[in-house]
């Protein structure tokens, strides 16, 4: 597992199977943060990877957060997972799966060993020759 990096709004980590992990700290997000957070996974991987985002302390995040998350996203993540609540579902809105059908494989779950499930067939290994 590669050393955490603390953004203004997330922990940012690769564990050793090669997933991504950005784990919500509580603090509101902004496109500002969005940026920030993104840019810490970027120096972690050099490809699009898949990426758990643990949502279960976000405080949910505004219409400026959701551009730049949009925007973003397709530089760092290849599929991603979004960890939250079971109460917090339904706040999501068409959101998830408007980005499952139009940009990377991405779904909801309530427990993270179902979430890892869905990203681990995403993983994919890189010859030493393509980096």
Do not use: C
């Amino acid at each position: 597992m590669s050393e955490a990096i603390e953004s203004t709004a997330a922990s940012v980590f690769m564990d050793d199977r090669g997933l991504l992990h950005i784990v919500s700290n509580g603090t509101p997000s902004t496109k500002t943060t969005v940026r920030e957070t993104f840019g810490a996974a970027r120096t972690l991987t050099e490809h699009p990877v898949p990426t758990l985002f643990d949502a279960r302390r976000w405080p949910v995040g505004g219409s400026d957060f959701w551009v730049a998350f949009i925007d973003v996203l397709p530089s760092v993540v290849s599929a991603g997972a979004i960890l939250i609540e079971p109460d917090e579902v339904a706040g999501l809105g068409g959101f998830p799966r408007a980005v499952n059908r139009l940009m990377v494989p991405f779904e909801v779950f309530t427990e993270e060993d179902e979430a890892i499930a869905f990203l681990v067939p995403f993983i994919r290994s890189v010859d030493p020759e393509e980096e």
